[in-house]
């Protein structure tokens, strides 16, 4: 059984929602992912979504772009990302790490390469943003020979038939974007997100992570009321630009520790 | 070459490994809906005999083809001819594209249009149209680009548009596009995103294509009346490849025609300040579609260098990427300095003041024509006219207006 599977699986068992909170690999520095990456988890993280920076991230907003910027302008790329999960599985074996990010620097890598090197890893599930299903038929076969979850995105636009489509190929969870955006809009519509689960639920069984636009506990928990998992994102990224190398842990855990109180209200 | 005729792309928007559909989620609604619209605007006669009425009354078609026969005596070898795009209402085949698009989003009821520019020229097509339209237009350039084109700019804002600089990123031609995309997925329901090349998700390699084709295919009728035939070789500059595609395509199946895009090679292809994505570039994949790419080993894309804001992106449309990996068409680099020589033998030669971009194709007809036989004879596509380019030519030149 896979991280990400066992952890839905002991949270279904704690009647308690899955927090996954997302950081951009390398930003603002390397040396900080890790410690970042830890503080996530002692604030209740149950999965930890790392962003591969990418030069041109068409489906961010403002926000998580900088975190790119100031991420690549480090020099961080695809195989330095992969170390520092290798780093951070020396002291945590269980929290599942999904890596989130764009083809290109996979496909430089080498799909097959990636895979191996990834699951070597510790990497758990791989989100490629511009990977939809009909151009992920060898990334999915790919992932899955290595024992890991590719995950795919359902929009509020995707019909009955995609949804069905991407049901066929994922496995972990699937992440539903929460309004028609970018990363880190403000525009959410809960009850909106509310009626579009039973229609991605009557397709596939996987737990359904929701995310795109959750600032706060408060949202998060009405999220949390039929959603198998929150998502948060550019908030935490903000967080980050606020403080200093110094604070920016403690800042950060405070903030995701907050948002999990808010989740942990609502109970199955 | 094989004789099945060509019939790219595929249903799902390949051509080859290359184009595709490689966007988020998100943007899915919007092109299954582009692809409906289109499909049903190709089965109508009412929208190809509008096409055909703007392009005829607005634009000015069909283009007229001129003999370079000055030039070309002086060169001493092939004959050269023109495909005057430069005479088009707006100065440039761009606006053949805007036209089939912003009547692509008048029948979706789209009441805003949206656009990314690097030079200028697809934005100010863009605001050409969509004030003939009566449509909101909000075009994407990068900040660096805005200071570049001052002039441009402010025929966007006569025009009616509105121009947003964008700061992210290098500041150019590809970051507009991603800008211009978020606005896209932002703003689905009212929104027609119409993206200026042969590149982006399927369908707008092949819709981009289709509405530039009549560049060739008026080629095909009017060189047997100018010249007594088809061209031994069309020519044509390639940046992300529209002018190229246009010209091309009606020519892919005519037997003996050579077609060869130009890339912008900058400094010199050794000196990695270029933008020759099929010269020196790696396949990947960027902007919703897979193609060759101008990228550092860790799959980032990398700024690229040429004299021709047109031509300055770091991708390339991926049926020019088929057409070179199936050896039907080939692609060739032409360095700053060649672009500006031909720039100014068109200008003293011949009357005709062309685009940076179209100086590309005409340095390397120079190159060619006089390897071989007067009769030859090569096509140019003469794209755009060069008037937006006084400023960059004059600063080149040591002068100051």
Known sequence: ?268 | MSTTPYTFPDAKGHFGPYGGVFVAETLFGALDELKAAYAAAQADPAFHAEYEYELKHFVGRPSPIYHAKRWSDLLGGAQIYLKREDLNHTGAHKVNNCIGQAMLAKRMGKPRVIAETGAGQHGVATATVAARYGMECVVYMGSEDVKRQAANVYRMKLLGAKVVPVESGSKTLKDALNEAMRDWVTNIHNTFYIIGTVAGPHPYPMLVRDFQKIIGEECLTQMPEMAGRQPDAVIAAVGGGSNAMGIFYPYINVEGVRLIGVEAAGSGIETGKHAASLTAGVPGVLHGNRTYLLQDKDGQIIETHSVSAGLDYPGVGPEHAWLKDIGRAEYQPITDAEALEAFHNLCRLEGIIPALESSHALAYAAKLAPTLGKDKILLVNLSGRGDKDMHTVAEKSGIQF
């Open chain 1, 1 to 268: 059984m896979s991280r990400i599977q066992k952890a839905f699986e002991r949270l279904n068992g704690e009647g308690r929602k899955a927090l996954i909170p997302f950081i951009t690999a390398g930003d603002p520095s390397a040396d900080l992912t890790v410690p970042l990456m830890h503080a996530l988890v002692e604030a209740g993280a149950d999965v930890i979504e790392l962003g591969v920076p990418f030069s041109d991230p068409m489906a961010d907003g403002p926000t998580i772009q900088r975190a790119s910027e100031r991420a690549l302008a480090r020099g961080m790329t695809l195989r330095k990302v992969l170390q520092l999960v290798t780093t951070f599985r020396t002291v945590d074996d269980k929290t599942p790490v999904v890596l989130m990010g764009y083809a290109n620097p996979i496909e430089a890598m080498g799909l097959q390469r990636f895979a191996e090197k990834a699951a070597q890893s510790g990497v758990d599930g791989v989100l490629v943003v511009d990977y939809p299903p009909e151009e992920a038929e060898s990334f999915g076969t790919a992932m899955k020979a290595q024992g890991m979850d590719p995950i795919f995105l359902i929009a509020p636009t995707s019909s009955a038939e995609r949804i069905a489509q991407v049901a066929q190929i994922a496995s972990g969870y699937v992440y539903y974007v929460s309004l028609a955006g970018v990363t880190g809009s403000g525009a959410l519509n809960v009850n909106a997100v509310a009626e579009r689960l039973p229609a991605i639920r009557q397709k596939t069984g996987l737990p359904v992570g929701v995310g795109f636009g959750i600032r706060d506990a408060a949202t998060a928990k009405r999220i949390a009321v039929f959603a198998d998992a929150v998502v948060v994102g550019s908030r935490i990224i903000e967080e980050i630009e606020k403080s200093t190398a110094e604070t920016a842990c403690a800042n950060v855990k405070a903030l995701v520790a907050d948002i999990r109180r808010g989740v942990d209200e609502v109970k199955k």
